[in-house]
């Protein structure tokens, strides 16, 4: 092996390492950006699911329901969910 030999295969392994740092850095940036993406459709799951929530409970409201709740008295709130007797 000459000294033109070495030093090529010397450059090239400067290189190859220099790769490495560089690949193992951009690694490390997107295990966070995939944290962070992760983080965010949790956060948006459990946002969609109590809006699916309030969506199902808002569809079984009716104003009958209302004038029941806000009825002074037992009777009254029967007879309006129930209708005449």
């Excluded at 450059?11 to 965010?40: F, P, V, W």
């Amino acid at each position: 092996m000459n000294d033109g030999d070495m030093a090529q295969r010397l450059a090239a392994a400067a290189a190859a390492m220099r790769e490495r740092e560089t690949t193992l850095a951009r690694h490390g940036q997107l295990k966070r950006s995939l944290a962070d993406a992760d983080s965010r459709v949790l956060a948006l799951s459990q946002a969609h699911t109590a809006e699916v929530r309030d969506v199902e409970r808002l569809e079984t409201l009716t104003l009958t329901r209302v004038r029941a709740a806000l009825a002074d008295n037992a009777e009254e709130r029967e007879r309006m969910l129930t209708g005449p007797a």
